[in-house]
């Protein structure tokens, strides 16, 4: 028998698509709240809530879901109408008036509170990391994609330049403090990764703006790289050059030696020139 590659991805997308129709179905059915707006997520396996608290980051990471899959994936007027009720619900209700954030943890209402809901854990009403706002980010440009409203544009600019401002100001949450001009943000790496796919999207569902996102990316992995590889790698090889141990091979010249599988370290070399040996 002869294999048909093409035969084979077109019966693998037909598969994945009826699990996706059949998926946000079962969230537009049971998970939205048709009556106040927003998404429950604690839903047993029968759809029944046990907890109507509404989480923030949830909001967006399901318009995404909603709003791509009725572009991209079947045209069901159910999933269009899921992602505009969650953005009426995250202008109407999610928004701090104090600092433009969003919240993290709601009543079904729409009232900010603090959630010990789970045990040992603590979902407060606004978190000093920035996942709702990328997951925001990231739902309302495929809203703006398959609507083309303005006013969801808008919302998308307002939420992105609150994630781009907290993360150059890390402190300003917790106690007002701006970062001096010029300083460099050292976020967590999971930051980094949502706030990354969060300007990818948005650059691929607005064309208009590409060269601001292109940028935006551009200053986005120079921070990942200095976070996660330059200065990490930089306490390897302090400890690799104090280190005994004969399998490093490390031949005292600032560089792992040939066929070590470490990584070349100079900081003084461009990204783009960083690779296994």
């Not at 890390?170 to 007002?176: A, E, H, K």
């Not at 001096?180 to 990764?193: D, I, R």
């Not at 208009?208 to 996660?228: D, I, M, N, V």
């Not at 490390?250 to 792992?256: F, L, S, V």
Request: aromatic content about 12%; proline content about 5%.
């Amino acid at each position: 028998m002869i294999y048909d590659k093409e035969a084979y991805l077109r019966g693998l997308k037909d598969v994945y698509a009826q699990e996706i129709r059949e998926g946000l179905g079962f969230w537009a059915e049971h998970g939205m709240d048709w009556e106040q707006g927003g998404i429950v997520t604690y839903l047993d396996r029968d759809g029944n809530w046990y907890c109507d608290e509404k989480q923030g980051w949830f909001t967006g990471r399901a318009m995404y879901a909603f709003a791509r899959a009725y572009s991209d994936v079947y045209p069901d007027p159910r999933f269009l109408a899921a992602a505009e009720n969650l953005y009426d619900f995250m202008v109407r209700r999610q928004f701090d008036p104090a600092t433009g954030k969003l919240y993290h943890n709601m009543t079904r209402g729409g009232r900010p509170i603090d959630s010990d809901l789970i045990p040992d854990v603590t979902y407060p009403a606004i978190s000093t990391a920035l996942h709702d706002e990328g997951f925001a980010v990231m739902g309302l440009s495929e809203l703006y994609r398959a609507t083309g409203r303005q006013d969801v544009k808008n919302t998308l600019s307002r939420v992105l330049d609150t994630a781009l401002f907290l993360y150059r100001n890390p402190r300003y949450l917790i106690d007002g403090t701006r970062s001096e001009e010029g300083a460099l943000p050292k976020p967590a790496l999971s930051t980094l990764m949502t706030l990354l796919c969060a300007v990818q999207t948005a650059r691929a569902c607005d064309p208009e703006r590409e060269a601001y996102y292109t940028g935006l990316l551009a200053g986005l992995r120079g921070s990942c790289w200095r976070k996660g590889f330059i200065q990490k790698t930089s306490r390897w090889s302090t400890a690799a050059r104090r280190s005994s141990t004969p399998s490093l091979n490390w031949d005292g010249t600032g560089r792992a030696a040939a066929g070590s599988g470490c990584f070349i370290t100079s900081a003084a070399r461009p990204p783009s020139a960083y690779c296994r040996i």
